[in-house]
Nanobody, 122 residues
Framework: QAQLVGSGGGLVQAGGSLRLSCAAPGRIYSSAVMAWFRQVQGKEREFVAAFRWGVGRTLYADSVKGRFTISRGDAANTASLQMNDLKPEDTAVYYC???????????????WGQGTQVTVSS
């Protein structure tokens, strides 16, 4: 199973911004979907955003619409999640994932990153 590498997490105050990156070990094909999920300890993994690589179609959770943007990253074969106006409830471990369906269901994704911690202080 290919291993994605997520990075960019950290500690930020409420209202601040962070940019997460997800690097794939090889080429990301146009049919692929890159996504971000997040998880708080003791809770289920929650969908955040997804992006179809070739056509750029996106899908967002209602809780992040207008604040987060998923897109291609600056480096080749990298996806990014720009997070603005962060709130304490955004605190979680964020996981990047790769699949073939533009879906909010974790089971639809077959490759996962190791997770990066995002902490938003009030």
């Amino acid at each position: 199973q290919a291993q994605l590498v997520g990075s960019g997490g950290g500690l930020v105050q409420a209202g601040g911004s962070l940019r997460l990156s997800c690097a794939a070990p090889g080429r990301i094909y146009s049919s692929a979907v890159m996504a971000w999920f997040r998880q708080v300890q003791g809770k289920e993994r929650e969908f955040v955003a997804a992006f179809r690589w070739g056509v750029g179609r996106t899908l967002y959770a209602d809780s992040v619409k207008g604040r987060f943007t998923i897109s291609r990253g600056d480096a080749a074969n990298t996806a990014s999640l720009q997070m603005n106006d962060l709130k304490p409830e955004d605190t979680a471990v964020y996981y990047c994932a790769r699949g073939v369906d533009l879906s909010s269901t974790p089971a639809q994704y077959h490759d996962w990153g190791q997770g990066t911690q995002v902490t938003v202080s009030s």
